[in-house]
């Protein structure tokens, strides 16, 4: 049933390891934001694809991995903090690729908001651009209006969007499945149409002139210096969006790894089963509502300040429905398959813009394609395990 | 001596269909009571009625002194009452393990608050967790301790009904509520459920068991209180031989024509 | 006044009837097959686009202009849909039947969208706007001083002819009666042999074709069609069968009625009405939703425990 397995990895190899496949990765994000014309990026894919079937082929090599990964936690850490810290360096005045990155480091972030949802308890959230919408609105009027600190809005928008969640995690309580999706899709909706009706949130043509924020006397408009080198200001939100694909992580693999997402995953499973062992249910939709908001609104307001510019196109339906094929297709209910589908699915449409009209097109194959073929995702979820045993 | 469940002229309609036809029962502290009855007579009705799945139409339900009708599932697990379910309903993609430590949700206390800024103590009480829970399925019959990071969904018929029962006892329930246990199970391994039964009583002297059965061998091994349940109404009470002499109990198995385990 | 209450009337009544038919497409999909076919609005919205290429080509390949065409074109647009219905079910939605509804309802919402994209890119200018012509025009006759246009009259008449058709169909023909009985109770239907594909088969090709007759009078109201009119029309008629209650054929109406009722309502008194009414029937749906889960003449499931 096992096939080849290596015994556990020393720890010489283990970092070894850890270093060399964090570089490798670096390496081919590098390579694939780099590139230009539709043949390489069809050529890195295909790499891509390979590797994945050999993953796939090759059980061992992934709990090889991940044995390394955890035996030594600290130098895995450190060469990812590197490997993050040092990416601009490489990429230089290249601003479309920071771009890029930023973006695709804000949706890891949503995705990884909903994956609580999605991916841990099965409710489909089809609101989540709803509540990054809320987060990135409300921050906004109170910069424009008020000329409150970046900073001061980020709690303040996260608490706003966060008793959205409670309202919308309300009638969660007594509907289920297809009906609470229904449910959070007109919520999203509502939400859309008012923020395109009413006059003081700028109507359809949203808000303008978000400022920049500042820290410590530098603004984020400017660029950045660090021991000499001049880094494009895009610079500054890439290492704010990272700081916050950090915070989402470590929130989602504690939840993940205690009681909260235990509960979620039984209600995923059964949720009447779930109630026999005293979950209480109810209160369980209601908080991964509010957890996903939460996180929701942090990667809004910082989108906010970054484009300075929102309008509720941003968030709509759509929006939603992304967010959502990330988590599908990353991977429901584990970290790192979300986060390699946020990436994966900001990065390829934009490389593959010879096809960008047929954007919307190849996402909606793409979910039916997963969920037909392939539903638990790239990488599926893994069973926790405890103590010593790896 | 003080009945440590009592349930009072409890009737559940469904709509036209009457599930349960005030039924009156109780169970005192260290009792095993078997609840038996042909199919669909309402007897696992009479646990959902119990541990709060459904509000009874009229009738009491009271636990410890406290009256419980009507209230909400989490509530009466964390009050000591625990159940397993006629088809298996373990969580089937979670771990043997991580089912048992999940039936300890009511024990613990770890919160979203607490998970997220406190990880220490979280994953503290956690540790402790796996460490009871592997003692658990280290108990019962059968290889649970072996399989239990394989997924629960996997495990062979009688595992299933041997981990419902570990998950059940993981809340440290003062009542355990076991709707037909042995499905699925050949002889031996019927046999050696009745040993896990007995042995865990003699370990929790006050624990009590209400057991929905329909193979004798069971209910044989417990025989002091036997209720019969026909078509939502309580037809016989009292020990295993009295009931099984019954005319209405026989008409009520043998008069239709029913096959049984 | 009273010229301005009949007026809103006829515009009530005819647009209820339109919402009413997209209606039951989703409620006779939902009751048979517990599927929430989320796309089913841009299934129903391709319709007037395959009229309209279609008497274009005739037009262009045998003379005459285009509206004259219309006479066949709507016909062999309704079975196309119809058909297309039918092909949707066998190659994905079929798969996700008894899956988790979630995943159902996820894949039909990406079915959705890349059913507009394909419009978009195969009709010419699909991104564009298209006029649509009213299917009959004039003005019929007059009603305490309000014309009623033979329009209005044409979708009323077609939708109690409909529904009576359905009622009977439902009621008196063999296919009918199986396809009730699947919608009951799909598990004892499935025992008694009636899970054969036929009766799948053909909820999809009514659903569908009823659902392109509703959208050719959609379209036909609005006087234009667009590739993303699917979303609105999706997101009304499946609302208005929510409300109505999920697998009943009498809810879909009364939901449809309700559900324009709410939009006359807000156009005419609240200011920039129109806007809202989205907002409006939303709400309605999510009370609804939580009060009601199984609508107002829906019937409630129990799970058996």
């Known amino acids: ?390 | 001596m003080s009945a440590l469940l009592k349930v009072e002229n409890v009737t559940m309609r469904f709509g036209g269909l009457v599930a349960l036809n005030d039924v009156s029962l109780s169970i005192d502290k260290g009792a095993v009571l078997a609840v038996i009855g042909p199919n669909g007579a309402g007897k696992s009705t009479l646990f959902n009625v119990v541990t709060g799945v459904y509000r009874p139409t009229s009738g009491r339900v009271t636990f410890d002194g406290a009256e419980i009708t009507g209230r909400p599932s989490y509530e009466v697990v964390d009050r000591g009452i625990a159940r397993t379910f006629q088809s298996s309903r373990l969580f089937s993609d979670l771990s043997v393990l991580d089912n048992v430590i999940i039936g300890m949700h009511t024990r613990t206390k770890t919160g979203v608050l607490d998970a997220l800024f406190r990880p220490g103590a979280s994953r503290r009480e956690m540790a402790a967790c796996v460490v009871k829970a592997e003692a658990l399925l280290k108990l019962g019959s059968g290889d649970l301790f072996e399989q239990r990071y394989r997924p629960a969904g996997a495990l062979a018929q009688a595992d299933r009904r041997r981990l419902e029962i570990a998950r059940a006892l993981a809340s440290q329930p003062k009542l355990l509520l076991l709707d037909e246990p042995s499905v699925g199970m050949d002889d031996t391994e019927t046999d050696a459920l009745v040993a896990d039964i007995v042995r865990l009583r003699a370990e929790n002297p006050e624990l009590s068991v209400v057991l929905i059965e329909h193979d004798m061998r069971v209910v044989e091994a417990f025989p002091h209180h036997v209720t019969c349940i026909d078509y939502g109404s309580k037809i016989a009470e009292g020990d295993f031989a009295a009931v099984r002499a019954d005319p209405r109990v026989q008409e009520a198995y043998l008069g239709k024509a029913v096959a049984h385990a | 006044m009273a010229e301005l209450l009949v007026q809103q009337l006829v515009n009530w009544i005819t647009l209820g009837c339109i919402y009413a038919l997209l209606a039951i497409g989703f409620s006779l999909i939902f009751g048979v097959l517990n599927v929430i076919h989320f796309s089913h609005g841009d299934v129903a919205m391709t319709a007037p686009f395959i009229t309209l290429g279609l008497a274009q080509a005739l037009a262009t390949a045998l003379g005459a202009s285009s509206p004259a065409w219309l006479v066949i074109a709507v016909p062999v647009a309704v079975l196309a849909v119809g058909l297309i219905g039918v092909v949707l079910d066998k190659v994905v939605i079929r798969r996700f039947r008894d899956a988790p509804a979630m995943m159902a309802l996820v894949a039909t919402v990406a079915l959705g969208i890349v059913i507009r994209e394909l419009i978009r890119h195969l009709y010419p200018q699909g991104s564009n706007p298209h006029a649509f012509p009213r299917l009959v025009s004039g003005m019929a006759f007059e009603v305490s001083g309000v014309a009623i246009s033979w329009f209005a009259l044409l979708v009323v008449v077609l939708t109690v002819a409909l529904v009576a058709m359905l009622f009977v169909f439902l009621r008196m023909t063999p296919l009918g009666l199986r396809i009730r009985a699947a919608s009951e109770d799909r598990i004892v239907a499935r025992m008694m042999g009636i899970r054969d594909a036929r009766v799948f088969r053909a909820t999809f090709f009514i659903a569908s074709a009823i659902g392109a007759i509703a959208g050719l009078l959609f379209a036909s109201y609005a006087g234009v069609t667009r590739f993303d009119f699917g979303v609105m029309a999706g997101l009304l008629g499946f609302s208005a069968a929510v409300i109505g209650g999920l697998g009943s054929m009498p809810g879909a109406i009364l939901g449809g009625l309700i559900i324009a009722g709410i939009e006359v309502l807000a156009q005419t008194f609240v200011p920039d009405g129109a806007s809202y009414r989205l907002v409006f029937v939303f709400l309605l749906v999510i009370a609804v939703l939580i009060f009601r889960p199984a609508g107002l003449l829906g019937r409630t499931v129990m799970e058996k425990v």
């Not at chain 1, 069809?42 to 694809?49: Q, V």
Request: positive net charge.
């Open chain 1, 1 to 390: 049933m096992q096939g080849a397995s290596l015994a556990a990895p020393g720890k010489a190899a283990a970092a070894a390891f850890t270093i060399a496949s964090q570089l490798c990765g670096a390496a081919f994000l590098y390579l694939i934001l780099r590139v230009d014309g539709g043949w390489q990026v069809i050529g890195l894919l295909a790499l891509l694809g390979l590797g994945f079937t050999l993953l796939e082929r090759l059980p061992w090599i992934a709990d090889y991995a991940l044995a390394s990964f955890a035996s030594v936690p600290l130098v895995a850490m450190i060469t990812a903090a590197v490997v993050v810290l040092a990416f601009p360096f490489f990429v230089g005045s290249n601003t479309y690729i920071l771009h890029l990155l930023i973006v695709a480091e804000l949706y890891a972030v949503l995705a990884l908001a909903l994956n609580f949802q999605l991916g841990s308890a099965n409710i489909p959230n089809f609101a989540t651009g709803a509540s990054y919408g809320i987060g990135a609105y409300v921050s906004a009027l109170l910069a424009i209006n008020f000329g409150v600190s970046f900073w001061l809005t980020l709690p303040v928008a996260a608490l706003a969007a966060t008793l959205f969640g409670f309202i919308i995690g309300i009638p969660s309580m007594r509907t289920r499945d297809t009906y609470l999706a229904l449910v959070t899709i007109a919520f999203g909706v509502v939400v859309q149409q008012l923020l395109n009706n009413f006059s003081w949130t700028g109507g359809p043509n949203g808000l303008v002139g978000i400022p920049a924020p500042s820290l410590f006397g530098h603004s984020f408009a400017d660029p950045l210096v660090i021991f000499g080198w001049k880094l494009p200001s895009q610079a500054n939100f890439y290492y704010l969006s990272a700081a916050l694909v950090v915070v989402a992580i470590v929130t989602a693999h504690r939840l993940h790894g205690s009681r909260i997402g235990l509960a979620w995953n039984a209600l995923r499973a059964d949720e009447i089963a779930a109630k026999a062992q005293g979950i209480n249910v109810a209160w369980f939709k209601v908080l991964a509502f509010a957890v996903d908001a939460f996180l929701a609104a942090f990667a809004g307001t910082i989108y906010a300040f970054y484009v300075s510019y929102i309008s509720p196109d941003n968030f709509t339906f759509l929006v939603s429905v992304t967010i959502m094929t990330m988590v599908i297709v990353g991977g429901m209910d584990n970290i790192f398959g979300v986060i390699v589908g946020a990436f994966l699915l900001t990065i390829l449409p934009e490389k593959l813009r010879a096809f960008a009209d047929y954007r919307l097109l190849f996402f909606g194959v793409v979910i039916i394609g997963f969920l037909m073929i392939r539903p638990q995702g790239l990488f599926p979820q893994r069973m926790r395990r405890y103590g010593g045993d790896l």
